[in-house]
């Protein structure tokens, strides 16, 4: 992955510290993003999330990293994601992954 992209990290911990619920929330999340590609990504949205949202866990934590490059392919998915984040008081960090 290239390090200047930058993408947000959306932590499962709300601002007061709290485990966000249910606990599958970020695949929820990346489930409904899946259908968000770039040109000629041959995955299946039915089987694959989007290189753009993508769960993970840090430090046993689960995250979703979404990729701003979002917003080039549609940009109410990116506040979509970003709102999310903002309505159920999640923890947002904006980074870049290093490989």
């Known amino acids: 992955m290239n390090s200047n992209v930058r993408e947000y990290f959306i932590q499962g911990i709300t601002t007061q510290g709290k485990t966000f619920r249910p606990s599958d929330w970020a695949e929820r999340l990346c489930g409904v993003m899946a259908q968000f590609r770039p040109e000629g990504d041959s995955g ?5 999330y989007s290189p ?16 701003v490059r979002l917003r080039d392919i549609e940009p109410k998915a990116l506040d979509f994601v970003l709102n999310f984040a903002r309505d159920n008081d999640l923890q947002l960090v904006e980074a870049c992954s290093i490989d």
Do not use: A, E
């Open 44 to 48: 299946d949205p039915r089987y694959t």
């Open 52 to 67: 753009y949202v993508r769960p993970v866990i840090i430090g046993g934590v689960k995250n979703v990293v979404v990729d």
